[in-house]
């Protein structure tokens, strides 16, 4: 946190604006009820072991750019492999790539490099991501029974969509009704508030 207000604020405010920022995103990070649920429901311990790995590799991809123009292989490889064990904890790291350009954008405001060079830097994360994807799907295809588009059709699952892209950060303002398992209703109309 420290690293992206210092690099957002390009050093126009004073040094302890960014040491109180970092702790303060730190203190809601650590108080957070949703943050909660990783520690007091076994099915989410994944969540905590996720975590860990995605922030260290956003860090050690923010020290392998540190130095402008020329990448730190260090720490540019030390990237690659929490991604790897981030992704082998939770499927959800899979966005760790484009989370990586957004940063790139702002606040570290790289575009002078060009579009081109900022996603090549990022393609053996993007092929990591792949991999992941394609064995996450896998494994819940293996183990589990995937709810077929049949069953709900297009509509729902466009709603359903739609419904995740509110309730989750809703959830993060509004932390209440928390519940180990949000359960899909039996009938999902796409219009249905």
């Given at each position: ?10 050093g126009r ?9 970092a702790a303060?995103?730190?203190?809601v ?11 007091a429901?076994?099915?989410e ?24 123009t020329r990448?730190h ?5 030390l ?25 790139d ?19 053996p994360h993007?092929?990591l ?8 799907f ?31 950060p809703?959830?993060?303002l ?16 796409p219009?249905?508030?």
């Open positions: 946190a420290r690293r992206l207000l210092a690099a957002a604020l390009g405010a004073p040094g302890y604006t960014g040491e109180w920022g303060f995103a730190a203190l990070f650590a108080v957070h009820p949703l943050r909660v649920e990783s520690v429901w076994i099915t311990r994944r969540d905590v072991l996720s975590g860990v790995w995605y922030l260290l590799a956003v860090w050690a991809w923010l020290r392998a750019v540190a130095g402008g990448i292989s260090a720490f540019y490889a990237s690659l492999c929490a991604f790897t064990a981030d992704l082998l904890s939770k499927a959800s790291g899979v966005m760790l790539p484009a989370a990586l350009l957004l940063l954008a702002y606040p570290l405001r790289r575009q002078a490099l060009g579009w081109r060079r900022l996603i090549g830097e990022k393609l993007l092929a991501a792949g991999l992941g994807a394609g064995v996450a896998w494994a819940v295809r293996q183990s589990t029974a995937v709810t077929s588009y049949g069953e709900y059709g297009l509509g729902a699952r466009i709603a359903m969509t739609a419904y995740s892209l509110v309730f989750y809703w959830k993060w509004w932390p209440a009704g928390l519940s180990p398992m949000y359960e899909l209703p039996a009938r999902i109309g219009l249905a508030p």
